[in-house]
């Protein structure tokens, strides 16, 4: 079990190293950010019914999606490069539906997303941290 689970992550880390470019100009490019903000926000929304079993997606992604709002907006200007533009190629992956397992299939199209994120935040971890540290001294503005 171990091999596949290390296999799925060795395929989606390439297809989302693939799409470096892409997330790179979305880095560059705040109104980008925010689309890609709204499109998560609604993908989220979207699997509401299924909150309780994909609770690390949407945890993982809420946090991503708070991270950049602030980012953006050029009150957190602390995030390393490469640490957004991971952020920003694990959303981009997370939107796709038809990534390695496409989204549509029934109890599994979802697990290479959830690999992918997972990946993603642990490899981040320490700027999530550092930004949740902050964030906890600033009031919410939405």
Same mark, same amino acid.
């Not at 091999?3 to 693939?18: G, I, P, S, Y």
């Not at 499109?39 to 019914?49: F, G, S, V």
């Not at 995030?79 to 997370?94: D, E, H, N």
């Not at 539906?97 to 029934?106: R, T």
């Given at each position: 079990?171990?091999?596949?689970?290390?296999?799925?992550?060795?395929?989606?880390?390439? #297809?989302?190293?693939?799409?470096?470019?892409? +997330?790179?100009? =979305?880095?560059? &490019? !705040?109104?980008? %950010?925010?689309?890609?903000?709204?499109?998560?926000?609604?993908?989220?929304?979207?699997?509401?019914?299924?909150?309780?079993?994909?609770?690390?997606?949407?945890?993982?992604?809420?946090?991503?999606?708070?991270?950049?709002?602030?980012?953006?907006?050029?009150?957190?200007?602390?995030?390393?490069? #490469?640490?957004?533009?991971?952020?920003?190629? +694990?959303?981009? =992956?997370?939107? &796709? !539906?038809?990534? %390695?397992?496409?989204?549509?299939?029934?109890?599994?199209?979802?697990?290479?997303?959830?690999?992918?994120?997972?990946?993603?935040?642990?490899?981040?971890?320490?700027?999530?941290?550092?930004?949740?540290?902050?964030?906890?001294?600033?009031?919410?503005?939405?």
């Amino acid at each position: 079990m171990r091999r596949k689970k290390d296999h799925l992550l060795d395929r989606t880390r390439r #297809k989302m190293e693939e799409s470096a470019g892409e +997330a790179e100009d =979305y880095a560059r &490019n !705040p109104g980008k %950010i925010w689309r890609l903000i709204n499109r998560a926000k609604e993908k989220l929304m979207e699997m509401e019914d299924h909150r309780s079993t994909f609770k690390n997606i949407v945890r993982h992604v809420g946090v991503f999606i708070q991270m950049l709002r602030d980012y953006s907006r050029g009150y957190y200007p602390h995030l390393p490069w #490469k640490s957004l533009t991971a952020i920003i190629g +694990a959303l981009l =992956y997370f939107l &796709n !539906p038809f990534d %390695i397992i496409p989204d549509f299939i029934p109890g599994i199209g979802l697990l290479d997303d959830l690999t992918l994120l997972t990946w993603v935040y642990r490899s981040v971890e320490g700027d999530v941290e550092n930004y949740l540290a902050w964030e906890q001294g600033v009031d919410e503005i939405d």
